[in-house]
């Protein structure tokens, strides 16, 4: 995947996050289960520290 796509995937899943957090934390009423907020809540943690792994090696050469 190019890293336009990927960057447009990681914005979606951002927005898709708040959207939940949102519903969950201010409205008290969750749109999905426990579970599959913890799961995208990961994949964005893993993208965030996955590049910032990259730019550190860029960084370094």
């Known amino acids: 995947m190019n890293k336009k796509l990927i960057l ?3 914005l979606k899943k951002i927005e898709k996050f708040q ?9 008290n009423k969750p749109l999905v289960a426990d579970s599959e907020f913890d799961k995208l809540k990961l994949e ?3 993208f965030i520290l996955s590049n910032t792994e990259e730019k550190k ?3 370094k050469k």
């Open 8 to 10: 447009e995937d990681y």
């Open 19 to 27: 959207k939940l957090n949102e519903a969950y934390y201010d409205i």
């Open 44 to 46: 964005i943690i893993k």
């Open 57 to 59: 090696s860029k960084n």
